[in-house]
């Protein structure tokens, strides 16, 4: 496939990407995991490194911010997994809605490759808030940890 032809279909894959976001009213997506730099290649949002060979046995994990008042339905979730199954080409979307998980997965999510963002400084901040929150947090964690297992991390 030539240059040309590569970059008409990045902006194709990163439009639909887009109009998936607009539809289901998210602030912003994310590709984090195994398969991150692959996919936000495609997507055309890569940072450059290098990315792992494709697996069709790997699945793909996408978080997603919807807007702060909305919640997604389990019909929604569905939809919106199987939409993005199909524009990413790829059999399995493990889909994380980051309001609904704890803390030190959202900022897991959030330091993976951000695939779209409705606006970028509203991004940041969302960036900001859940690494705050994680790291507010990780001190009750060991300590925690510390009491169930007897060991430090």
């Not at 060979?53 to 909305?70: E, H, L, M, Y």
């Not at 606006?119 to 947090?137: F, H, K, M, V, W």
Request: no cysteine; charged share 25%.
């Amino acid at each position: 496939m030539n240059q040309e032809a590569i970059e008409t279909r990045v902006n194709v894959l990163s439009g639909r990407l887009a109009a998936l976001a607009r539809r289901y009213s998210l602030l912003a997506v994310y590709v984090f995991g195994s398969r991150a730099t692959e996919i936000a290649e495609r997507v055309g949002v890569g940072s450059g490194g290098e990315a792992a060979a494709s697996t069709v046995a790997s699945d793909v994990d996408i978080g997603v911010q919807p807007d702060w008042k909305r919640r997604l339905s389990a019909a929604e979730r569905v939809e919106l997994t199987l939409a993005l199954e199909s524009e990413l080409g790829v059999p399995r979307v493990d889909l994380v809605v980051l309001p609904e998980v704890n803390p030190f997965l959202a900022a897991e999510v959030v330091r993976g490759e951000l695939l779209f963002a409705r606006d970028q400084i509203e991004e940041s901040e969302l960036q900001l808030y859940y690494l705050r929150r994680a790291g507010d947090l990780a001190p009750f964690f060991r300590e925690h940890w510390r009491d169930v297992v007897g060991s430090e991390l």
